[in-house]
T-cell receptor, first 115, second 114 residues
Framework: DAGVIQSPRHEVTEMGQEVTLRCKPISGHDYLFWYRQTMMRGLELLIYFNNNVPIDDSGMPEDRFSAKMPNASFSTLKIQPSEPRDSAVYFC?????????????FGSGTRLTVV | GENVEQHPSTLSVQEGDSAVIKCTYSDSASNYFPWYKQELGKRPQLIIDIRSNVGEKKDQRIAVTLNKTAKHFSLHITETQPEDSAVYFCAASRGMEYGNKLVFGAGTILRVKS
């Protein structure tokens, strides 16, 4: 398996623009998580899905952030409009509830810079 | 909700020495405690985990201990090597019955000096 795949790896955009981050989880995994990592706040859980259904979005910072999972193999995190304080590394992770260690696996991340 | 505190924030050790990182958690219902290693510019990767029905687990040079009563768990790395230098994160979860979302500590920067 290729693991959790995220795209793009790097994104530089101007303030006010829409940004879409993409994630393909490991095949067969039933949970998908979006995290944001910054020096100040560490690893923050933004939202997670179970079987494509959003379960908890309490970590989504503002209405500017939205996430979807239209099917088991694809999820997006959208920021509209983007702001400089959204600059961070965004990780997607997936897991499988029936593995002893849950198989929690992170993607390589998307480094977002908003100028 | 769950809150995980991690100490120290930075740790420098001499090659060959041991390193210990400690975490405390607040939610007594948490029952799964993984540790992740993140090298510069890379993704966090699971290095060891422990469940609440176990007090200690070891894998070669790394070990994790758990004290449920005190709600703290620790990572022990023995015979440290330069390649152990990285950021280490602890995390806690209530398990799949509650979605298995991981709450992470703030991280510890470990530097192993050769």
């Amino acid at each position: 398996d290729a693991g959790v795949i995220q795209s793009p790896r790097h994104e530089v955009t101007e303030m006010g623009q829409e940004v879409t981050l993409r994630c393909k989880p490991i095949s067969g995994h039933d949970y998908l998580f979006w995290y944001r990592q910054t020096m100040m706040r560490g690893l923050e859980l933004l939202i997670y899905f179970n079987n494509n259904v959003p379960i908890d979005d309490s970590g989504m910072p503002e209405d500017r952030f939205s996430a979807k999972m239209p099917n088991a193999s694809f999820s997006t995190l959208k920021i509209q409009p983007s702001e400089p304080r959204d600059s961070a590394v965004y990780f997607c992770a997936s897991s499988f509830r029936w593995r002893a260690d849950y198989g929690y696996t992170f993607g390589s991340g998307t480094r977002l810079t908003v100028v | 909700g769950e809150n995980v505190e991690q100490h120290p924030s930075t740790l420098s050790v001499q090659e060959g020495d041991s390193a210990v990182i400690k975490c405390t958690y607040s939610d007594s219902a948490s029952n799964y405690f993984p540790w992740y290693k993140q090298e510069l510019g890379k993704r966090p990767q699971l290095i060891i985990d422990i469940r609440s029905n176990v007090g200690e687990k070891k894998d070669q040079r790394i070990a994790v201990t758990l004290n449920k009563t005190a709600k703290h768990f620790s990572l022990h790395i023995t015979e440290t090597q330069p390649e152990d230098s990285a950021v280490y994160f602890c995390a806690a979860s209530r398990g799949m019955e509650y979605g298995n979302k991981l709450v992470f500590g703030a991280g510890t920067i470990l530097r192993v000096k050769s």
